[in-house]
């Protein structure tokens, strides 16, 4: 059995916790797709990819980038993987959520490499934006405006922390930056999955605009793409830590920390693992449901720009049994 069509690609974007991961596992969850037919790669800036480990579903074809964005340092990986899922007659669809410092343009370009040509197709460009933090604190916006820029569908998240003067303020402001694109008002990531694999129109577009600058490449390469303005650090964590340390620990962490997630073991249940997220100052420490069975490694995630990873390293010498109280 070979492929007569090509396969579809949804491409999921969105800056440092949006709230990506926790849409894509809506998704998941309530989509009449089957799973078996679904394939997902998921882009982590840094060594660990965390969310892979969130998504992790039975029978889910689950694929993990790590160690560079794929809109950059890891591009090959990305075109070769997405290559070889199109080699598969047996998938249907394949979900791309990208880092959340990724450069849409970037992707959309490796994406439309001649290898993957008439082998694929975009079905949607979908950007989930954190509508309590927009435009976002981090000293760079240019990349989130950019993800704005090339969505066809938007999907305002968070708007529990929003009153309507504040949600009308963003979408007014996403308005300008994209006046195409269908934006639709999110809570916690969830939304009807339909809409999600829906075909957009401006994603063909999109996609066309890519393939154009493969052709007027001529062989001579892509643009230089600067590198990102952050730095990553994982802290791994062996042992449970007291709960009450680790609130100190997060307490302390320095204003450069942006966003930090992982999994922990809390001394007071060891047995039980908990999933840690943090977006600037809003944190939340959750009970991991493991309906994967597979083994994760323990330890966090710190994203942010110019880490000062001696100090933070030091800072974390609270969590080690010898100072817990």
């Known amino acids: 059995m070979t492929r007569t069509q090509p396969l579809p690609l949804l ?4 800056f440092l916790g949006s709230g990506k991961t926790t849409t894509l596992g809506h998704w998941l969850k309530h989509t009449d797709v089957p799973l078996k037919r679904t394939a997902v790669i998921i882009n982590d800036f840094g060594s660990v990819n965390v969310d892979a480990a969130l998504l992790a579903r039975r029978q889910l074809e689950l694929r993990s980038i790590t160690g560079g964005c794929v809109c950059c340092q890891s591009f090959e990986d990305l075109v070769a993987q997405v290559g070889a899922l199109a080699d598969n007659p ?3 669809l394949v979900w791309i959520e990208t880092s959340g410092l990724a450069d849409p343009e970037e992707v959309l370009d490796h994406l439309s490499a001649p290898e ?7 079905r949607r460009l979908i950007l989930v934006i954190d509508g309590s933090d927009f435009p976002c604190s981090w000293r760079s916006r240019a990349v989130q405006e950019e993800q704005v820029r090339y969505a066809d569908l938007i999907l305002l998240n968070k708007t529990d922390r929003l009153d309507d003067a504040a949600r009308q303020r963003v979408e007014i402001s996403l308005r300008k930056i ?9 809570r916690h990531g969830e939304i009807t999955p339909g809409l999600l694999s829906e075909t957009g129109a401006s994603a063909a577009a999109a996609q066309a605009q890519a393939r ?10 892509h643009e230089e793409h600067l590198p990102h303005a952050a730095s990553t650090l994982f802290l791994s964590l062996s042992a449970p830590v007291e709960r009450a340390a680790f609130q100190r620990f997060l307490g302390s962490l320095p204003i450069s920390v942006f966003r930090a997630k992982g999994f922990i073991r809390l001394a007071e249940s060891p047995g039980q693992l908990h999933t840690f997220q943090q977006v600037r100052d809003q944190s939340e420490l959750l009970l991991l449901p ?3 069975g597979s083994d994760i490694t323990t330890g966090l995630v710190f994203i942010g720009p110019h ?14 049994p010898t100072h817990a109280t």
């Open 90 to 92: 047996d998938f249907d």
């Open 307 to 320: 880490l000062d990873v001696k100090h933070i390293r030091e800072l974390a010498d609270v969590l080690t």
């Open 212 to 221: 154009s600058r493969h052709d007027d490449d001529d062989g001579h390469g």
């Open 11 to 14: 491409l999921l974007t969105g």
């Open 178 to 186: 994209n006046p195409s694109a269908e934006i639709v008002m999110t």
């Open 116 to 122: 993957l040509q008439d082998r694929t197709m975009i």
């Open 290 to 292: 493991l309906e994967n």
